[in-house]
């Protein structure tokens, strides 16, 4: 590992100019590739204290040997070498797209004598005119096949073109009027060139005029009495609208425009691309690429436009680019794209309308791009095996931990305080043994201790140490504690009172079923236990288990920052490689547990906000709730009967009055409605239609919160 300032260069020999950088290791490999608008200022960025530098930064910096710089005249210069280099060197450091498959591409080879239409993969070539791609090849050949009865281009190979010329003979195609048959001398080269342009024209979007050209022939043949060619046009514009209807019109005034989005995690980032000709889409690919340097998405989307535009021209750029971000600055990157078409090119955010809609649209794309990566890629058993077993080579297991549990802890600004428990088996989800948890502190209160704060250690504590409170109760009722062994006593260790898991009643027996009677599925333990969060939360798990007396079960956290693991009793953290399937399966294993906690705390938080005083009676369902409200026309009235009037509504048999006549003494008056025209106490009559009352009015739900210190999920 290198000391940066081994080769710092002195301030004063960079230049403050446009220019292009290179880092090379010590065997003179480039390692890193970057430009800048000023390379003294972005150089002094790099060696400064690597305490201050992203650990991605910090790793290629220590890696590298030595720096060296190309001063360029503008921006645009430096945007085009970066290209180039990064094509050349394939430095290790920088993003690269890789495509998750090789897309086909339908292909007019204009550069022959006879020009063929086929399907094409891998590198371009000159002199061909490309189309999509596609998702898939038969795709390409339903479309080709509905055009070459309007557009009888040749389709075959060369070996089968030249065995036709050789014997007088056209093939198959040619007898069904599917190939105008330039091996036979059937066209010229001139007329078969001009057949192929015509079909290139409709490929790329030019279909109107075609069409209307061809109709107008069409009632020229009729009107001249020649049915038979009026027929034959007739069903070549059926064959056209066809083959157009394949791709349907998403932008209604034809734009040309490629749309570009971006989804991303710590680790991983993946970009779909939509390109649509003709305000049709006529291709759609994507790519998937390692975060190997700290990157925002303005500069995800640089280097992806980089790679999809680097080495096109003239109209496969198209007049607008749409993109989630725009490189900083933006200026150099359209240019640069304007100098490929050589036209002006539009670099913008869709902001509106029909264009904003097809970029949700790609955006959702994108996601499901990333996830399908990530499945497949978590999915393979031997990717699954090296994972568990890159794990506990990290953490010093004795064995693969085929079982994984792990925790988060979800609230907002302390409200609505819940966890969740996920469970990983094999490196698959095993969701039948999810579980959440209701976290109430001390006292049974709903916020976290102290009542300020967002005590998540606490809540760490609470729900690691009530998950194996249960895994020892069930040990225990199954028989099997050895012969003098310690049973730990059941209840909190630090006196405070635990909430319900699931919904099931508290308590040492009816915590281990479920409504029905069946045991909860508590009695496994896992071999790993991964909570989220660094050091406070890891030791409150390993505090928790400690105060239950169990050893054998290890304990690691992953924060999410800068995806650190972290061990108990640790200063310093384990970083796994970036490449590493252990820290892949991890991080899976995190945002489940994140995204299942999340879940259950935004549908607690809406039921609260919705939650009316019939809510807090046990045993009563929705329907004699409406039943109730129905009978007395409102809550204001119900609170005012008696327990005998309560009891002659269908259902409620005396008890049950009892009980809802107890919850509505202790639920507190609404306050009085006001006519906010006239200022005057509305009366019952004029309160909420019977099918819902005061407190059962629903209340809009927040779809997001604020980012910010005030109110922040987690």
Request: with cysteine; charged share 30%.
């Amino acid at each position: 590992m290198a000391d940066p300032s081994s080769y710092r260069p002195k301030p004063g020999d960079i230049p403050d100019s446009p220019g292009v950088y290179r880092f090379r290791d010590e065997h003179r490999r480039v390692i890193y590739v970057g430009k800048a608008k000023s390379l003294r200022q972005r150089l002094a960025n790099y060696f400064q204290d690597l305490a201050n530098l992203h650990p991605r930064t910090r790793s290629m910096v220590t890696t590298a040997a030595s720096v060296e710089w190309t001063v360029v005249s503008t921006e645009v210069e430096a945007l085009q070498l970066e290209y180039s280099w990064i094509k050349e060197f394939d430095p290790r450091f920088n993003v690269k797209y890789r495509d998750d498959k090789s897309y086909p591409y339908l292909a007019v080879t204009m550069n022959e004598e006879f020009p063929r239409v086929q399907v094409m993969r891998g590198h371009k070539k000159k002199g061909v005119r490309y189309f999509g791609p596609y998702g898939h090849a038969w795709a390409i050949r339903d479309t080709v096949d509905l055009l070459l009865r309007v557009f009888p281009v040749r389709t075959c190979s060369a070996g089968v073109f030249k065995n036709a010329a050789r014997t007088g003979r056209p093939c198959l195609l040619g007898y069904i009027g599917k190939c105008s048959a330039p091996c036979v001398g059937r066209v010229s080269a001139e007329e078969h060139r001009e057949l192929a342009e015509d079909f290139s024209d409709f490929m790329a979007g030019r279909t109107g005029t075609y069409l209307r050209r061809l109709e107008k022939q069409m009632t020229e043949a009729a009107d001249e009495m020649e049915y038979e060619r009026a027929a034959r046009l007739r069903d070549d514009i059926g064959a056209l609208k066809k083959a157009m209807e394949k791709s349907a019109v998403v932008l209604a005034d034809a734009t040309d425009a490629d749309l570009v989005a971006v989804a991303e995690d710590e680790l991983e980032a993946a970009v779909q691309i939509f390109h649509v000709r003709g305000g049709r889409v006529r291709g759609q690919r994507g790519w998937v690429t390692d975060k190997v340097e700290d990157v925002t998405t303005a500069a995800l989307v640089e280097h992806a436009l980089q790679q999809l535009y680097g080495e096109e021209s003239g109209d496969a750029v198209p007049k607008e680019v749409l993109v989630p971000a725009l490189p900083d600055p933006v200026e150099p990157v359209q240019e640069w794209l304007t100098e490929r078409r050589g036209s002006s090119v539009s670099l913008r955010i869709p902001q509106r309308g029909d264009k904003k809609a097809l970029m949700e649209t790609v955006q959702r794309n994108a996601q499901q791009g990333l996830v399908l990566h990530k499945t497949r890629r978590a999915s393979d058993l031997t990717t699954r095996s090296r994972a568990l077993e890159e794990i506990a080579e990290a953490l010093d297991l004795d064995s693969a931990p085929l079982r994984i549990e792990c925790y988060d802890i979800s609230h907002l600004q302390g409200d609505d305080v819940v966890a969740s428990m996920v469970v990983f088996e094999d490196g698959l989800q095993r969701k039948s043994e999810y579980r959440r948890f209701q976290i109430k502190g001390r006292a049974g209160d709903t916020r976290l201790w102290h009542g300020e704060g967002q005590d998540d250690v606490r809540s760490m504590h609470e729900v690691i140490t009530r998950r194996f409170r249960r895994y020892l109760a069930e040990k225990e009722k199954t028989g099997e504690w050895a012969d003098g062994e310690d049973v730990p006593a059941d209840g909190p260790t630090d006196g405070s009172t635990h909430g319900s898991i699931d919904g099931a009643p508290g308590g040492p027996v009816g915590a281990l079923v479920e409504d029905d009677g069946r045991p909860k599925r508590f009695a496994y333990p896992p071999q790993l236990v991964v909570v989220d969060g660094g050091q406070p939360q890891v030791a409150a798990a390993q505090r928790a288990l400690d105060e239950l007396g169990i050893d054998d079960i290890a304990v690691c956290g992953l924060a999410k920052r800068l995806e650190e693991v972290w061990l108990p009793g640790e200063d310093d953290p384990v970083v796994l490689p970036r490449s590493s399937e252990g820290l892949y399966l991890l991080q899976r294993v995190r945002d489940e547990a994140h995204r299942f906690a999340i879940t259950y705390q935004r549908t607690r938080r809406a039921k609260r906000f919705r939650a009316g005083p019939l809510d807090d009676v046990p045993g009563l369902g929705e329907t004699r709730k409406q039943a109730l409200i129905k009978h007395f026309g409102s809550v204001k009235r119900l609170r005012s009967a008696t327990i005998d009037q309560i009891c002659g509504v269908p259902g409620i048999g005396r008890k049950t009055a009892e009980t809802i006549a107890a919850a509505l003494a202790r639920a507190a008056p609404p306050a009085p409605a006001v006519n906010t025209a006239t200022g005057e106490i509305m009366e019952d009559e004029e309160e909420a239609p019977p099918a819902t009352t005061a407190g059962d009015a629903e209340t809009p739900v927040p779809t997001s919160v604020p980012d910010d210190r005030r109110g922040q999920e987690t």
